[in-house]
């Protein structure tokens, strides 16, 4: 069946704009995750959805990142007043959560001007 | 809280020859443990996991990891190199308190011909 897919594959953008990050993850998975992987770098949890149950947003590293995941499936990361150091790969991934596996998508990687 | 250590960042083995990727893990509770692959400008796709049964795990591509709660260790080996291992590797750690999966910095393996 289909995988995690995300969208877009590559955006770029100027400091100061809003940015919407797209993730559709597999059907029937109840969690999923976004993740943020720097240069060279491991990866950076940033918030996690399990069905209904009120999201775990402590990775968030500030006011300006939000998610959303509506009816359960679709989700969307969105960074306002972009900045430099946001500049990364933005990977979402979901899972049945009671096996734990993730399931990861190709990422989309932000670039700020 | 739950962290990981990887203690190389970067491992160089020769074709043929066999690969040693080292993982130390911290938790309070029983892990789950896990070993990804990231293949440049792929996806990260899930090599093996450890979820308290065998503790020897046996994954694709001829991996496997030993779980060794004495040492805190799941390093992760393979017998014989081949070219086309050569990808960074993530160990993983999920504790029982939460969701929230806890990756390593990650090693680059390299095959030399």
């Not at chain 2, 779980?67 to 017998?79: A, M, R």
């Amino acid at each position: 069946g289909a995988g995690v897919s995300q969208s877009p594959s590559n955006k770029v953008t100027e400091k100061g704009k809003d940015v919407e990050l797209r993730c559709d993850p597999i059907s029937g998975h109840t969690a999923l995750y976004w993740y943020r992987q720097s240069l060279g770098q491991g990866l950076e949890f940033l918030i996690y959805f399990q069905g209904n149950s009120a999201p775990d947003k402590s990775g968030l590293p500030s006011d300006r990142f939000s998610a959303e995941r509506t009816g359960g499936s679709v989700s969307t990361l969105t960074i306002q007043r972009t900045q430099q150091e946001d500049s990364a790969v933005y990977l979402c991934a979901s899972s049945l959560a009671e096996f734990n596996e993730q399931f990861f998508g190709p990422g989309t990687r932000l670039t700020v001007l | 809280a739950q962290s990981v250590t990887q203690l190389d960042s970067h491992v160089s083995v020769s074709e043929g020859t066999p690969v040693l990727l080292r993982c130390n893990y911290s938790s309070s509770y029983s892990p789950s443990l896990f070993w990804y692959v990231q293949h440049p400008n792929k996806g990260l796709q899930l090599l093996l996991k450890y979820t308290s049964a065998a503790t020897l795990v046996k994954g694709i591509n001829g991996f496997e990891a030993e779980f060794k709660k004495s040492e805190t260790s799941f390093h992760l080996t393979k017998p014989s190199a081949h070219m086309s291992d050569a990808a960074e590797y993530f160990c993983v750690v999920k504790g029982t308190g939460g969701q929230n999966f806890v990756f390593g910095p990650g090693t680059r393996l390299s095959v030399l011909p």
